[in-house]
């Protein structure tokens, strides 16, 4: 396994050598690839083995499948195919998906990726491409396809990658933050803006109960789904209403979260990470989160899929020996 930040005309011999990457950078260093196998989200920042987040704009963050794969093949999904992912996964990989932001494809991956067939068979898992954050918190992000090399900002690439008999995939996460041990909140409906919420039995406006309760809203909510607690993170918080990254889901028990400094080193102790990405807004909070990507090398993104969205999270795919 190769990974870390290197120049166009390096990547671009791997590429002329037929290797399988996975690829991240600017949109302009990207559009300067040649076809070959490979896909790529764009971000100009990165995390490094040394806790660092590097800004570059100038090189290309690279995660080169070798040895462990017998194959890829790569697709690219607008809103109405992405329901198909799991269908077109290996029956033993993963499969590694890069959404851009803001997009249809986004939105309705992020809704409704738990009710598509075969949900959760197969290891998915990815990140939401991003831009260079200056005075706005909006800008252009994409997706290519090494199959032909043009910016998509409304359409997923995939690689679905398999393995052979005697290697599976698993996805692993952590947060810097755990749930407090306080209300229950339930939400109305499914969606990215929430005006009323059931907080322990009692339904009132949710932006509300956070002004009246001067709740942080740089720490996420938090969920447990199937076992696997999940953040979801505030956006920003408009009269009546409070709008978030990822939908809440109607019928969940949420918490408020607090810091969560008990470091996963334990877990993260073998040699077997192939992939890792970690969100833009941890590196917002560097007291907390400095201790978990301690060995993490990869894009800084502006959402996680680990089967389905996530937020403020560190995502990492390894791949073991049966």
Known sequence: MIQGLYSIEEVSRLIGEGKFLLLAG??????????????????????????????????????????????????????????????????????MLIVPNSSR?????????????????????????GWLIKETLTGNSYSVSGLNPVLLNNRAVAMHVSLPADKYAEINMFSSFKAQSGPSIMFDDDGWVQENATIDG????????????????????ISNYAGAPVCVSYLKT????????????????????????????????GGDIIYSMSCIRNFQRPELCG?????????????????????QTTVYLTVGEL
């Not at 809704?111 to 068979?121: G, H, S, V």
């Open 202 to 221: 009692v339904r009132q406006n949710f932006a509300e109960y956070i002004r009246k309760n001067r709740i942080e809203t740089d720490y996420p909510l």
């Open 26 to 95: 600017d949109e302009t260093l990207l559009t300067k690839l040649p076809p070959g196998n490979w896909i790529a989200g764009t971000t100009p920042y990165f995390m490094t083995s040394n806790r660092e987040m590097i800004i570059s704009q100038e090189h290309v963050f690279v995660s080169r499948l070798s040895g462990f794969i017998t194959g890829a093949t790569i697709r690219e999904y607008d809103e109405t195919g992405i329901r198909n992912i799991y269908l077109d996964a290996p029956v033993n990989g993963f499969t």
């Open 291 to 311: 201790t978990y990507i301690e060995k993490m090398n990869g894009p800084v993104t502006f959402g996680e899929i680990a089967y389905q969205l996530v937020n």
């Open 238 to 269: 408009e009269g009546n209403k409070v709008y978030t990254y990822a939908p809440l889901f109607k019928g969940v028990e949420y918490h408020f979260s607090e810091a969560n400094r008990q470091a996963p080193g334990l877990v993260l102790s």
């Open 105 to 129: 494809v986004l939105f309705e991956y992020a809704l409704n990726a738990p009710n598509y067939p075969k949900f959760a068979c197969t290891p998915v898992c990815g990140w939401v491409a």
